[in-house]
């Protein structure tokens, strides 16, 4: 820190004045001293004894004069007391810029930081104060990040409901006015009316879902659960619909079967909305594969098929609320975009991660679950290919 050419003075005038009243003080204590000696025979008399008794030296060399012991002693605790009244004005010159530093961040300069190179305590205090205020705007950006995702979801709700709630308004209108021409017909509004409520249906199930597993109290049914046993599980319950689409569902999960710690219902909806997923928007795809290896204390899952590729840009939006990859939009898909995210935040509730790779070739959904719940997983760089 770099002190003022007023501070300079200010602290030359604190040590002038700090010297100056030493030199009084320690002038009154000899003063009373001789006094106090000029008025007693007896103790000048002690004193004379203890100058004779006291030899220094190899040559026995008497200190006739105690003044000038008392005066040297005095001179080294005066040193003492000017060095530390010095310290005490500089660091109170050091407070006094970090409290200015501190009134200029909270004006608004909030990318401003603390640059000193100070010593102990003092620069403790500095990073301290800088790591404070990186929370503080962390916190900030966080908040206004919250905000601005209830804006945009409160949007998406609204308009991924308003679209089959107007079919379902129109239609049930046309029956309520009878305008329709032949039996045929009102079974048909009747029909597709069905259709846009149970589309509504499943929007209000996955927001509900998505908002409740992104709750963070939410326990978790934690048990030791047989991961291929429960793969092998769910590619029999979706062999039919494997079936329906020309598709042959595999798992691959080594000889031995794989043990981990986890709410079995919530990680079945992960493996459900990622079966799902690759039957919805593997375009072209004849095989969907589901991997699950152990590797040390994690276990890695890989849902994959050779369907179309998801293009490069897609790739790091994939788990955002209500996105869908352009291509995917259309009536016979249908989905709410919360299929993903809802997958993203069970298996960070359980302390693992999730990505998205796709080449020309497969498109695979990797999942790294810690083998103890426990012991959450470090985010490891991810190979996201384009």
């Not at 190179?117 to 908040?143: C, F, K, P, W, Y």
């Not at 046309?174 to 509504?200: F, P, R």
């Not at 991997?291 to 179309?308: F, K, L, M, Y």
Request: glycine residues 6%; negative net charge; proline residues 2%.
């Amino acid at each position: 820190m770099k002190l003022t050419g007023r501070e300079k003075s200010e602290l030359f005038f604190e040590g002038v004045v700090t010297v100056i009243l030493l030199l009084l003080l320690n002038l009154s204590i000899v003063v009373l001293i001789n006094s106090a000696i000029a008025h007693n025979p007896g103790l000048q008399s002690g004193i004379f004894q203890i100058k004779r008794s006291i030899m220094i030296g190899p040559n026995n060399y008497q200190l006739w004069s105690y003044e000038n012991i008392f005066i040297a002693l005095m001179v080294i605790a005066d040193g003492f007391v000017l060095y530390w009244r010095l310290i005490r004005r500089y660091k109170q010159m050091q407070l006094r810029h970090i409290i200015s530093e501190l009134h200029y961040i909270a004006a608004g300069h909030f990318d401003h930081r603390i640059n000193f190179n100070l010593t102990g305590d003092t620069q403790r205090v500095v990073e301290s104060v800088n790591a404070l205020v990186d929370s503080a705007i962390h916190s900030m950006d966080e908040e206004r990040e919250i905000e601005h995702s209830k804006d945009a979801l409160i949007t998406n709700v609204s308009h991924d409901i308003r679209t089959p709630l107007t079919s379902i308004i129109g239609y049930l209108g046309l029956i309520e006015n009878q305008q329709y021409q032949s039996e045929d017909d009102l079974v048909k509004y009747a029909h597709i009316a069905y259709l846009k409520a149970t589309q509504m249906k499943s929007l209000v199930e996955d927001l509900f879902e998505y908002t409740k597993v992104r709750q963070t109290e939410t326990p978790l049914n934690i048990s030791r659960l047989n991961l291929t046993a429960m793969l092998e599980q769910l590619a029999a319950s979706f062999e039919l619909e494997a079936n329906k689409k020309h598709l042959t569902l595999e798992v691959e999960s080594g000889q031995q079967p794989i043990y981990l710690e986890a709410d079995a219902e919530k990680l079945g909806r992960v493996f459900n909305n990622l079966i799902t997923n690759a039957f919805k928007y593997g375009t072209g795809a004849h095989k969907v594969i589901l991997q699950a290896e152990q590797r040390g204390e994690e276990v890695v899952i890989h849902v994959t098929n050779d369907g179309q590729r998801i293009p490069a840009d897609s790739l790091g939006m994939l788990f955002e609320r209500f996105y869908r990859v352009e291509e995917s939009r259309s009536k016979a898909t249908g989905g709410s975009g919360l299929g993903l995210a809802i997958a993203q935040s069970i298996v960070q509730h359980h302390g693992g991660y999730i990505y998205a790779q796709s080449d020309d070739a497969l498109t695979s959904f990797v999942i790294h679950l810690p083998v103890k719940h426990d012991h959450p997983l470090t985010k490891t760089a991810q190979k996201v290919s384009n």
